[in-house]
């Protein structure tokens, strides 16, 4: 035993002082805490993270399943022309799933770090969901956007779309509308008023506050009518009327518009997909050569909604090389105090908007744009 400060005789022993003991005790203590840290870290939690994701140019290319570079956005029967800068649509990437949530380690620096959010589960994956039938949802979100996204540009540049309602089915077996509609249903009119619209159906819904629905539907080239009776129900943790149908708007288009971009899903990138259509279909550079990215859902009639994840997308952007970013005018609560050092924010609240915008500064001319403030 080698002894450090030993007295001169081999055989004489130090006390142990109170001071010593509490060291021990000390370390002990630390040992046991680190030990309790090591186990809590496998422990299962009930959190996911988002983080920034990819981002994609809409007037540029995109990978395709065998990694070939492609144009994202490619037309047929119309002109197109050259452009430059770029639209960026913004993606957030989730980290865990029920199958295997994040560890409170990763939880903890996620915490720390600004561009990341620690979420619960539940508001991702709903009870239920597994992570396939949520990524098959999201792909059905996605090309519903692109849909959407085709008929706002095209509308913005004056082509007639021919917009109508198609039912995809009722959302589970015990819904309202469970037995009454059919897939392939295609619903005119809601309680005798014509209706090409999801939104506009969700409207004339909920006004009835759960008063039966009368959907007249063409059905095996024949139109009748359905009563339906709605039931409460949770959409983004509001209580609304529902009548319990997965519906599509399917269009004729004019022109064939074919956007490939493989492996992301959701509705979030409406906007930036019509804006890219615009500028793939228009003379000259929309943005001027600008650096401009973005995010918001749209409807064929124009009018940008909220998406998820604004923070990651925006740090997403900056990271891209985005100078500018166009957040929908419903998020800004969540923009307002967490923009990155060097973008600047611009709300929209229609296509219009998104186009006034994309001008204003490719002209150099941000001053009157309108911007994200604390309410």
């Not at 630390?30 to 870290?41: D, K, Q, S, Y």
């Not at 197109?80 to 620096?109: C, H, I, K, M």
């Not at 997403?316 to 105090?337: H, I, K, M, Q, Y």
Request: with cysteine.
């Amino acid at each position: 035993m080698t002894l450090i400060d030993a007295p001169h005789s081999r055989s004489a022993r130090t006390p142990s002082s109170p001071a010593s003991r509490r060291t021990v005790a000390g370390i002990w203590a630390l040992v046991v805490a680190l030990v309790a840290l090591v186990a809590i870290t496998f422990l299962p939690t009930s959190y996911v993270i988002q983080q920034p994701g990819p981002v994609y140019d809409t007037i540029g290319t995109a990978p395709d399943h065998g990694g070939e570079e492609k144009p994202l956005i490619s037309v047929e029967g119309a002109q197109t022309y050259e452009t430059s800068g770029s639209l960026d649509l913004t993606t957030v990437q989730v980290v865990g799933n029920r199958e295997r949530t994040p560890s409170w380690f990763e939880l903890a620096l996620a915490w720390l770090d600004g561009s990341r959010a620690v979420v619960p589960i539940d508001a991702v994956f709903p009870e239920g969901q597994t992570s396939e039938q949520r990524e098959e949802q999201n792909a059905a979100l996605m090309v519903d956007s692109q849909a959407e996204a085709t008929a706002a540009a095209l509308s913005q540049l004056g082509y007639d779309v021919g917009a109508r309602l198609e039912v995809v089915r009722p959302t589970s077996d015990d819904s309202p509308a469970s037995g009454v509609v059919e897939e392939g249903d295609v619903i005119v009119a809601a309680n005798g008023e014509d209706v090409a619209d999801i939104d506009r159906l969700k409207e004339i819904v909920a006004e009835g506050e759960g008063a039966p629905v009368t959907l007249t539907v063409q059905r095996d080239g024949a139109e009748e009518d359905l009563e339906i009776t709605p039931e409460e129900g949770e959409v983004d943790g509001r209580t609304t009327w529902l009548i319990g149908v997965y519906l599509t708007t399917t269009f004729d288009f004019p022109i064939d518009v074919t956007i490939q971009l493989d492996d992301v899903g959701g509705p979030s990138a409406g906007t930036m997909f019509a804006l890219g259509i615009i500028d793939t279909l228009t003379p000259g550079s929309l943005t001027g050569g600008e650096e401009i990215a973005g995010t918001g859902t749209i409807d064929a009639a124009g009018t940008v909604g909220p998406i998820g994840g604004i923070r990651q997308k925006l740090y997403g952007a900056r990271g891209a090389g985005a100078d500018f970013f166009l957040a929908p005018a419903s998020n800004c609560d969540e923009v307002v105090g967490h923009v990155p050092a060097g973008l600047e924010v611009f709300s929209i609240e229609t296509l219009d908007d998104a186009m006034t915008a994309v001008e204003a500064i490719a002209q150099g001319e941000t001053g009157d744009l309108p911007t994200c403030t604390a309410g």
